[in-house]
């Protein structure tokens, strides 16, 4: 077999063992969803080895996605990390065996403190198993690795089921996407959905032009703005507006009457307008939705404000 085969192998064995967990999702998973989604505290991950850099990313799911969480590595709660547990709390503690000393060491402190236990392993027979409130099983017939040591098909089966309960407790606290850019301020999606026009749009040099303007004057000014438009305004106020579409559309009906032309006779008399508050996602929905590349943003009296065109979402 050649590299090749191999990897192709272990990415097939691997969707195998994750598909395999399906059948193994049973009351108990219900019941943890219900313990972590009425807890008033934290949910707090534990696990050692690579269960515990599975139940580091599971915590940072959970946390980013509505449910306050984080890791515990159970050797530090020898130490002092005990503190930072209250019977409020909700455990969940994964562990392939079951039987990790190390883990197992730390359920008697927890059950002490009357903290419900989430048990995840591969075993139902385990100690884990039998002193947690609930158990989550996530038995795989073999790991990937040809040798059936290292943990691969055990560690993604571990990390599908975390994040089962992650999408679980999303739909169950109505959880949505401008919640998810509260807990992401700084990726792109926080950037979209928190980004308002105000923010972006352009507010200077703008194109205005009055509606009686010949059409020759306004293809100088339209071309000055270099937003492929212009906004007709009478008072201070926009009455509407013209793009350079609308322009070659009148030089090709109109050709040598074209110049006797003014903006009110092309001009789009109720163009799309947001507030200075309107989201980015709002933004892109409306310029989607009719098919335009800008929107006008105005205040209440329709004074304009500034102009968000399509460049100015790609954030």
């Avoid at 077999?1 to 192998?9: E, W």
């Avoid at 099983?137 to 992650?166: I, R, W, Y």
């Avoid at 972006?200 to 509606?211: A, E, H, K």
């Avoid at 000014?221 to 559309?249: C, M, N, P, Q, Y």
Wanted: hydrophobic share 40%.
């Amino acid at each position: 077999m050649t590299a090749r085969d191999y990897g192709i192998k272990c990415i097939l064995d691997e969707a195998e063992a994750v598909k395999g967990l399906a059948r193994q999702i049973d009351d108990h998973f219900e019941q943890a969803v219900s313990l972590m989604y009425h807890c008033k505290g934290k949910v707090i991950v534990t696990g050692v080895g690579k269960s515990g850099h599975i139940g580091a990313k599971i915590a940072a799911t959970l946390s980013s996605t509505g449910t306050p969480s984080f890791f515990v590595n159970p050797l530090d709660v020898y130490h002092g990390d005990l503190g930072v547990m209250t019977p409020e709390d909700v455990v969940l503690a994964i562990s392939n065996s079951g039987q990790t000393d190390e883990l197992l060491r730390f359920i008697p402190l927890v059950l002490h403190m009357r903290i419900p236990i989430i048990g995840m392993s591969g075993n139902p027979q385990s100690l884990l198993a039998k002193y947690s409130t609930c158990h989550l099983n996530v038995h795989v017939e073999k790991e990937a690795c040809p040798l059936n040591l290292a943990p691969t098909s055990s560690t993604l089966a571990q990390l599908a089921m975390g994040d089962a309960l992650a999408v679980a407790l999303i739909e169950k606290r109505n959880f949505r996407p401008q919640d998810f850019a509260q807990f992401h301020p700084g990726g792109e999606l926080g950037k979209r959905l928190l980004t308002t026009a105000q923010d972006v749009m352009r507010s200077d040099d703008l194109p205005v032009l009055p509606p009686q303007m010949h059409l020759g004057e306004a293809i100088i000014l339209v071309s000055k703005g270099k937003l492929g438009l212009g906004v007709a305004e009478e008072k201070g106020r926009i009455v509407g507006l013209i793009t350079d579409g609308d322009i070659r559309r009148a030089m090709e009906r109109w050709q040598a009457e074209f110049f006797d032309r003014t903006v009110a006779d092309i001009m789009t008399r109720e163009p799309k307008t947001v507030t200075p508050q309107t989201k980015i996602t709002d933004i892109q929905r409306i310029m989607h939705r009719h098919k335009i590349h800008s929107v006008l943003v105005v205040d209440g009296e329709r004074h304009l404000l500034g102009v968000v065109d399509h460049y100015s979402c790609m954030l």
